[in-house]
């Protein structure tokens, strides 16, 4: 079974800083998907980036980036020019890469605070 | 171009009452999952199901808990005599056959009160 293990419950930084969130997991899969998810007090489910394991480049979406260490099992993600905005919860989660069969295993989650 | 629309947003039961919480999947979608988060943790997985099929529902508690997803109309989680360990948000997400990308659309969330 896969586990995924998010090891800082409570982050917070000052705006404009850069924040990195850390994620390990643990797999026996060759082939998988890794996902973080940003969870405002609205508690939506929002996908930030996504990287399939089978690419060695890093992920990045405007100022969201993740390093993936594949050897490592590991998945971290970098926030730059943090906002107000970014204030959540943040999930990391895998998923097994198999048609038709999409289940997520998340972590437990970081709580993520932006002080002005 | 609706996404996933979960109802009712907020349900409140008295203990051994039944829940009932209904998912419309994304248009174009034809799979359909229940998450349930309990307070200060991650989604955990409950079941997958396909028009008409209950496909995996190995995160389901065996008693009490059951999901469908007719051929008309949403799917439907079902808690029967409900308990307050029931107490979570449940999250429907719903991608589309064969998607490849590996990317679940979820809902809002239903959010269950047990009394």
């Known amino acids: 079974a896969q586990t995924v293990t998010q090891s800082q419950p409570e982050m917070s930084v000052q705006e404009a800083e850069t924040v990195t969130l850390s994620c390990t997991y643990d797999?026996?899969?060759?082939?998988?998907?890794l996902f973080w998810y940003k969870q405002p007090p609205s508690r939506q489910m929002i996908l930030v980036i996504r990287?399939?394991?089978?690419?060695?480049q890093n992920a990045t979406e405007n100022r969201f980036s993740v390093n993936f260490q594949k050897a490592a099992k590991s998945f971290s993600l970098k926030i730059s020019d943090s906002q107000l905005g970014d204030t959540a919860m943040y999930f990391c989660a895998f998923m097994k890469a198999s048609l038709g069969a999409q289940k997520l295993v998340f972590g437990q989650g970081t709580r993520l605070t932006i002080n002005p | 171009n609706a996404g996933v629309m979960q109802n009712p947003r907020h349900l409140v039961r008295r203990r051994g009452q039944e829940a009932r919480l209904r998912c419309s999947p994304m248009k174009g979608h034809s799979h359909v999952y229940w998450y349930r988060q309990l307070p200060e943790e991650g989604l955990k997985f409950m079941v997958y199901?396909?028009?008409?099929?209950?496909?995996?529902e190995s995160g389901m508690p065996k008693e009490r808990f059951s999901a469908e997803f007719p051929k008309e109309g949403p799917s439907i989680l079902r808690i029967q005599q409900v308990v307050r360990g029931d107490s979570a948000a449940y999250f429907c997400a719903s991608s589309p056959y064969l998607q490849g990308t590996g990317e679940l659309f979820f809902g809002e969330g239903s959010r269950l009160t047990v009394l």
């Open positions: 797999t026996s899969e060759n082939n998988y998907y």
């Open positions: 990287q399939e394991a089978y690419k060695q």
């Open positions: 199901l396909q028009k008409e099929n209950i496909i995996d």
